[in-house]
């Protein structure tokens, strides 16, 4: 779970800050007690200007090594099906909820092994994730899966009742508020997709949803 009396991002979010100041800042972040094992901080790929946003939940192995998001299978993945649905992951900016790699390892040289964020790590990083998207500022913002939801939408979230829906994005009180009148867009993350028993029909579902942020933003 992490120590309490530590967590928290906000003293390391510059105020005012641009993006290129903002993911500088987040190398030195110790929040909370990710920082700890992970390589580096994995902050955000792409443009200040995006009109698209993706949100994923945390770096994994690949990320934690190369210090960028969606890099590694699922974002192989990830890119394929971008193309397939209209969007450019080049003019898309990419970023996770929570922004080091939580991971268990049962021996030295041993395979770390995913493990999914608290709610607590969600909390200690919003500051991170609410400065990104109030200064790149998406007209739809993606959310990759539970984790990405429950960040944004509170820990209720839950994927399947919501996915491909458009919902107004909305800042909580005292949280910077959008500029766009932008959107929200749930859907599977996609090491999910790389998971299921059947990935065909899995994939085929996260194209069509990521289509429905396309023809919003058409």
């Given amino acids: ?9 906000a003293e ?10 903002l993911r ?25 200007s995006a009109r698209l946003a993706l ?11 190369r210090g960028a998001p969606f890099v590694g299978p699922a974002g192989q993945l990830l890119d394929r099906a971008l193309a397939e649905s209209g969007l450019d992951r080049a003019e898309t900016y990419v970023t996770n909820a929570v922004k080091h790699f939580r991971f268990r390892q ?10 999914t964020p608290d709610l607590v790590h969600l909390e200690a ?26 960040a944004l939408l509170g820990p209720g979230f839950r994927v ?5 829906r458009l919902v107004p994005r909305r800042a909580r009180a005292g949280e910077p508020a959008a500029v766009q009148a932008g959107w929200l867009l749930a859907t599977v993350h996609p090491s999910a ?7 065909e029909a899995a994939y085929a579902g996260l194209v069509a949803d990521l289509a429905v942020a396309a023809a919003a933003l058409a």
């Fill in 55 to 65: 949100v994923g939940e945390q770096p994994g192995d690949v990320e934690d090594r």
């Fill in 193 to 199: 997709v790389l998971r299921a028993d059947d990935r």
């Fill in 24 to 48: 500088l800042a987040a190398s030195g972040c110790r929040g909370c007690e990710l920082a700890e094992s992970a390589t580096q901080t994995v902050f955000s790929t792409g443009p200040a």
């Fill in 12 to 21: 390391w979010v510059p105020a005012g800050a641009s993006l290129a100041a």
């Fill in 160 to 164: 399947t009742p919501n996915r491909g």
């Fill in 125 to 150: 990083c919003r500051p991170w994730l609410v400065a990104e998207l109030s200064l790149v500022d998406p007209e739809v913002v993606v959310l990759l899966g539970a984790t990405a939801g429950r």
């Fill in 1 to 9: 779970m992490g120590d309490p009396d530590r967590l928290g991002a």
């Fill in 106 to 115: 049962d021996a030295p040289g041993r395979r770390r092994l995913h493990v």
